[in-house]
């Protein structure tokens, strides 16, 4: 659910897999993120032109069912308002295996996007429930990207993105590095890499806020300009 799913693993140090890791017999039906207007970030101040203002914002996006669509991405992004469809399941810590949609309009406008249509990757994300409705469904989480090792400090820096390798010797054992990002060798080493890695740089606050996209907008018009 973070900013850094976009770039489908230019930031380097990410777990991406050409084959899902865990099928739907493996999905955790009981685990619901609550359907409505998410925001990730704890300090998202106001929706202008488009775009988010406020410290640590990193969008807006909307969740039905099993789909999540970013409404509003970071300013800069070059991925601007992707959808995902994404399963959760439960490992003794949950985790949401993600998929990008790509459209075939979007294919036609863009090599790596028709690449990425035919061959889909999948990117993980560790997910530690903080709130719940009176349905038990999941109202806010701390939410972190799976990486390869402990971050180490930027090597390259792009437009919108930086490209940051693993410390050595960080690496738990069925994590094999695959350029600047790695791959796992099932599920069992995905949640272990989820427990390490929670309190690794670049976890953060995801909170749903509102039903519809309307009432955010209308709720944000009312706080004027930070």
Known sequence: MLVMLIG???????????????AKAGDANSVRLRDGIWIGGDNCRQLHNGTLSGRDCQGVFRIAGRRLDFIVEEPGSRHPNPSFRYQIADGGI??????LLVEPGEAARSREMADLRRNPKYLYVGLRPLSKDERGQITAVKAWILQCGVPGPIERRYSDSVIRRPVAGTLLPGVTMVGDNCTVDGATTLFALARAGENWEGAMMVKWHFPRLEQFVKAQQGRGKP
């Open 8 to 22: 489908l693993g230019s930031c380097g140090n990410q777990v991406i897999t050409d084959k899902p890791l865990y």
């Open 94 to 99: 949950l985790v949401a295996q993600a998929r």
